[in-house]
């Protein structure tokens, strides 16, 4: 080969190696995985695990939430494109081809298109197009005057008269309380308020002869025949009446008149009878209180923790369970069944308290049954004693308060006291009874 060959072939190499290095400098960098920190990448796949590709930096990072990177975009830690590229992606921008809610037609027409525009015939209200800037798509905004009344603008009676009619007002002939019309506000409307001075006498009103005198006139005098305010039995009986008085001859309880407040009409109180044996009294003359004689001590009743339900009338000193019939027919017809641990007093007061009813006493500790205030309080009354004291006591208020009733004797005491005039019990098997003493 001559000189001149070699030399062609030397340029051609030069020439073909020069076309490499501008061919190699014109291809982009390749991204290949696994690079560290500050290695430049194109996303997170250009990264080593555990590390994101920074779009601001366009090298690879640690993320700074710690749980940034495993994979999850969790909200919860306040994770999103922006502070966790890793997990959720690199941010949308302008120009991504998608119309994101960060973007609009104003923000970002390459995203969202372009703006509608005022005249394009649609009301675009999410476009910020309304009545009040575009007339020709929106039409022209209500206003007072057309004829409607338009709430959803604001227009009331008090505001548009011309679209929503006149409001009420005092003087239209209508008492509207709706509107706060009253005779204190409006009289035109509702009329005047009743006052004294008015000529009317207005007792619902708190008016009379002693608060008005102008309507209702001057109080008048005792003797006049009639029982004014200002009078009652005690002043004028000639115009009120005789006062209801301790020595009519009748007890009247709801005057509260009784043995001890008016013996007259209502008779003397008993001694014996009252739970008590007292000096003057003895089982001869009152074996209730005293028990009979030839009848021993009862023994005391143990009681329990808490008061038994059944003790209506709450439980005595002692361990007495009292339990109470106040009242007409308040236990008409009733079994009652004394606890067994305590004591018992049977209180029937008033008509037909316990009327045809059926008291059981407990078997070992004394029993009492107390009658008064109605006809038959006690009428027909079955009481079954135990094996301790047993007495009825028939009261003052009321002559047929026992009528009928029966006292079942037991072992121990058997006795009834009874008020002057008063119907009374009848002892049944008293020769078991260790001593029987009726009224």
Known sequence: MNGRGTAIRVAAALWLGLIGVLAAAMVPACHCSGSGVGAHCGDNADCDAGLFC?????????PTNADCGDGTCDAAVGEDCATCAPDC???????????????????CPMDCGLCPACGDGNCDVAGGENCAGCVADCGVCASCGDGTCD????????SCGADCDACAACGDGTCDAAVGEDCATCDADCGGCLTCGDGVCNPTLGEDCTTCGDDCGVCGTCGDGT????????????????????GDGTCDAATGEDCATCPSDCGACMACGDGTCDATEDCSGCASDCGACGC????????????????????????????????DAACDGATIDC???????????????????????????????????????CGDVNLNCGDAACTVVCGSMDTGACTGTTVNCGAGSCSAACAAGVEQPMLSGCGGSCGCMGC
């Open 54 to 62: 920074d779009p601001a930096t366009g090298t690879c990072a640690v």
């Open 89 to 107: 992606g690199v941010c949308a921008s302008c120009g991504d081809q998608s119309c994101d809610a960060t973007e609009g037609c104003a923000s």
């Open 151 to 158: 709430a959803a603008v604001g227009e009331t009676c008090a």
């Open 227 to 246: 029982c004014d305010p200002t009078e009652d039995c005690a002043g004028c009986p000639d115009d009120c009446g005789a006062c209801t008085a301790c």
């Open 296 to 327: 021993g001590m009862d023994p005391d009743p143990p009681g329990a923790n808490s008061c038994p339900p059944e003790c209506t009338g709450g439980c005595l000193p002692g361990n007495v369970c009292q339990i109470d019939c106040v009242g």
């Open 339 to 377: 606890p067994p641990d305590y004591a018992c007093v049977v209180r029937c007061i008033g008509a037909d308290a316990c009327d045809t009813g059926t008291v059981n006493c407990p078997t070992a500790y004394a029993c009492r049954l107390e009658c008064d205030a109605g006809n038959d309080a």
